[in-house]
């Protein structure tokens, strides 16, 4: 960026990237040389550094139809966002509809590890709303009738 805020982005320094973000806020909507998917990009990196969950997310769902389009990889913006609503309980975001292009493949160990967290917590959740006992109190006649099973099928 032409005016050296971007740069200190970057920086190892927090307060340095915190300063940065601070004094690119109030310059993004209006800097003339920006096209929309920089500003939100600027956005979501601003609100990431500057610890601002509901705009990094705002930000990121302007980005997400583009991800692979972005000078950064795709794959750390989704983590960043699945990592805010793993926080916020929205396991919908995590484990229904499509995954963008860039993460769906799962190879990434801290997609799936995010996802698979997310498919944990949804259950234990349906669990409690649903008031099922725990598996260790349950009948353990269906497990042994489970445990003979050796194929599907007549």
Same mark, same amino acid.
């Given at each position: ?9 970057? @920086? ?5 990237? %915190?300063? &940065?973000?601070? +004094? /690119?806020? $109030?310059?993004?909507?209006?800097? *003339? ?16 550094? @500057? ?5 990094? %997310?705002? &930000?990121?769902? +302007? /980005?997400? $139809?583009?991800?692979?389009?972005? *000078? ?83």
């Amino acid at each position: 960026m032409a005016d050296g805020f971007g740069s200190c982005l970057w @920086s190892p320094n927090y307060e340095e990237r %915190l300063q &940065a973000a601070t +004094a /690119l806020v $109030p310059v993004i909507p209006t800097h *003339p040389g920006w096209s929309d998917k920089q500003r939100n990009l600027l956005r979501a990196l601003c609100a990431w550094v @500057s610890g601002r969950p509901d705009d990094y %997310l705002n &930000a990121y769902a +302007a /980005l997400e $139809p583009d991800l692979d389009g972005l *000078p950064l990889p795709g794959k750390l913006l989704w983590i960043a966002a699945a990592s805010l609503w793993f926080r916020q309980d929205r396991w919908d975001k995590l484990i229904e509809g499509e995954m963008p292009d860039c993460v769906a493949d799962l190879d990434d160990p801290r997609v799936r590890l995010i996802v698979g967290l997310a498919y944990a917590r949804s259950a234990i959740e349906d669990t409690k709303r649903k008031q099922l006992p725990p598996c260790a109190a349950a009948d353990t006649a269906g497990a042994r009738d489970l445990a003979g099973i050796t194929h599907i099928g007549a």
